[in-house]
Nanobody, 124 residues
Framework: QVQLVESGGGMVQAGGSLRLSCAAS????????MAWFRQAPGKEREFVAG????????SYADSMKGRCAISRDNAKNTVYLQMNSLKSEDTAVYFC?????????????????WGQGTQVSVSS
């Protein structure tokens, strides 16, 4: 069973930065495609960024491309999301997700494991 625990959320002014972390508890983390999603009130959960098990392959939503970077440390079973130049529209609950396989995916329906989410609030 994979358990995911996010941290690093908070309130920041527009233009600021945040670094989210997601710690996994199982060895399967190292063989799983990992991703960050976000969900704003009244909106569907959307893909933010994903990373392959080796860390060499990454993918970003167009809305975040150039403003964030996803990385992972398999020795620590942790995935990170560095977000810069934050905008008010980035306000949402951010979720870490483990695919459970090595193949990339952008739909939340393709992810087997989820964290509880961490709130990111950006004030303008």
């Amino acid at each position: 069973q994979v358990q995911l625990v996010e941290s690093g959320g908070g309130m920041v002014q527009a233009g600021g930065s945040l670094r989210l972390s997601c710690a996994a508890s199982a060895r399967t983390f190292s063989n799983s495609y990992m991703a960050w999603f976000r969900q704003a009130p009244g909106k569907e959960r959307e893909f933010v960024a994903g990373i392959g098990w080796s860390g060499r392959t990454t993918s970003y939503a167009d809305s975040m491309k150039g403003r964030c970077a996803i990385s992972r440390d398999n020795a620590k079973n942790t995935v990170y999301l560095q977000m810069n130049s934050l905008k008010s529209e980035d306000t949402a609950v951010y979720f870490c997700a483990a695919r459970g396989s090595t193949w990339p995916a952008r739909s939340p329906n393709d992810y087997a494991y989820w964290g509880q989410g961490t709130q990111v609030s950006v004030s303008s």
